[in-house]
């Protein structure tokens, strides 16, 4: 068994929290700022219905072996969320509802050797097929915060948590940040030696929502060790999701993913 009943079951159950979210959103609301700088819950909500099509596409270039870029460019993926934007709310809907249909229907024609194969998003590193459903419960999840629509951190499953986190970690700029040591209270495990700075403590749930920009850090304790420590400002994070995945993922689907928990 794989691990890809599970992610599929997470994107489905995902979608149906985000459906129902969109569902009390009426005209004025969409047009409302989201949490994201310049985007409004429309383009957000646009955002996602897009991110789903262009995975479709990666899912046809592994069943196909046709090269299919999930966007053109960057710049054609901009213009297509800036067009879509300022669509009426019950239109957001039925977008979100069909292109979910479209993936769904993709991911279940995918025959089983097709899932090792090798596609690649916007940046690097190219990464297997299979990690496209990591990738859309991520879209899913943070994106549903970002809508500012009672939706937050606080609702996230556990497992999303604990494997966005540890592909958080996996992706770090190791030597390169300005934060020490990541400390986590719940689940007990801590990262050592990630740059020059304070130790910073929180369960999984609040470090996750401050890496990825979620979170201020409300309820991260700082630590300052060692005999220049001082100071208790949590520092800013190193940027998120420099890359779409982890480099050296398994190839193949694996039986559980992340095969340890942080």
Same mark, same amino acid.
């Given at each position: 068994?794989?691990?890809?009943?599970?992610?599929?079951?997470?994107?489905?159950?995902?979608?149906?929290? &985000?459906?129902?979210?969109?569902?009390?959103? !009426?005209?004025?609301?969409?047009?409302?700022?989201?949490?994201?700088?310049?985007?409004?819950?429309?383009?957000?909500?646009?955002? &996602?219905?897009?991110?789903?099509?262009?995975?479709?596409?990666?899912?046809?270039?592994?069943?196909?072996?046709?090269?299919?870029?999930?966007?053109?460019?960057?710049?054609?993926?901009?213009?297509?969320?800036?067009?879509?934007?300022?669509?009426?709310?019950?239109?957001?809907?039925?977008?979100?509802?069909?292109?979910?249909?479209?993936?769904?229907?993709?991911?279940?024609?995918?025959?089983?050797?097709?899932?090792?194969?090798?596609?690649?998003?916007? #940046?690097?590193?190219?990464?297997?097929?299979?990690?496209?459903?990591? #990738?859309? /419960?991520?879209?899913?999840?943070?994106?549903?915060?970002?809508?500012?629509?009672? *939706?937050?951190?606080?609702?996230?499953?556990?497992?999303?948590?604990?494997?966005?986190?540890?592909?958080?970690?996996?992706?770090?700029? *190791?030597?390169?940040?300005?934060?020490?040591?990541?400390?986590?209270?719940?689940?007990?495990?801590?990262?050592?030696?990630? !740059?020059?700075?304070?130790?910073?403590?929180?369960?999984?749930?609040? /470090?996750?929502?401050?890496?990825?920009?979620?979170?201020?850090?409300?309820?991260?304790?700082?630590? *300052?060790?060692?005999?220049?420590?001082?100071?208790?400002?949590?520092?800013?994070?190193?940027?998120?999701?420099?890359?779409?995945?982890?480099?050296?993922?398994?190839?193949?689907?694996?039986?559980?993913?992340?095969?340890?928990?942080?």
């Amino acid at each position: 068994m794989s691990v890809l009943p599970s992610l599929r079951a997470e994107i489905a159950a995902a979608t149906d929290r &985000l459906m129902a979210t969109a569902a009390d959103l !009426g005209d004025a609301d969409v047009t409302a700022p989201s949490a994201l700088p310049g985007w409004s819950r429309g383009h957000v909500l646009t955002h &996602l219905a897009r991110n789903a099509d262009g995975l479709v596409n990666l899912l046809r270039w592994a069943r196909t072996g046709i090269e299919t870029p999930q966007y053109p460019d960057p710049a054609a993926r901009a213009a297509e969320i800036e067009e879509g934007a300022a669509r009426r709310a019950a239109e957001h809907r039925a977008d979100l509802e069909l292109s979910a249909a479209r993936l769904a229907t993709a991911i279940d024609e995918l025959p089983q050797p097709a899932w090792s194969a090798m596609v690649r998003a916007l #940046r690097p590193p190219p990464h297997p097929v299979w990690y496209v459903l990591v #990738r859309r /419960v991520r879209e899913l999840e943070l994106h549903h915060v970002d809508l500012r629509a009672g *939706y937050t951190p606080d609702d996230w499953p556990e497992a999303f948590v604990l494997r966005e986190l540890h592909d958080c970690l996996a992706c770090w700029p *190791y030597g390169r940040s300005t934060v020490g040591a990541i400390v986590l209270e719940e689940p007990a495990r801590e990262w050592r030696q990630l !740059g020059e700075g304070p130790v910073v403590r929180g369960t999984a749930r609040d /470090v996750l929502a401050w890496l990825t920009g979620r979170s201020a850090g409300e309820r991260i304790r700082v630590v *300052y060790e060692g005999p220049r420590a001082e100071g208790d400002r949590l520092p800013s994070p190193p940027p998120w999701l420099t890359m779409p995945a982890p480099a050296n993922l398994p190839t193949a689907p694996p039986d559980t993913y992340p095969e340890e928990s942080p």
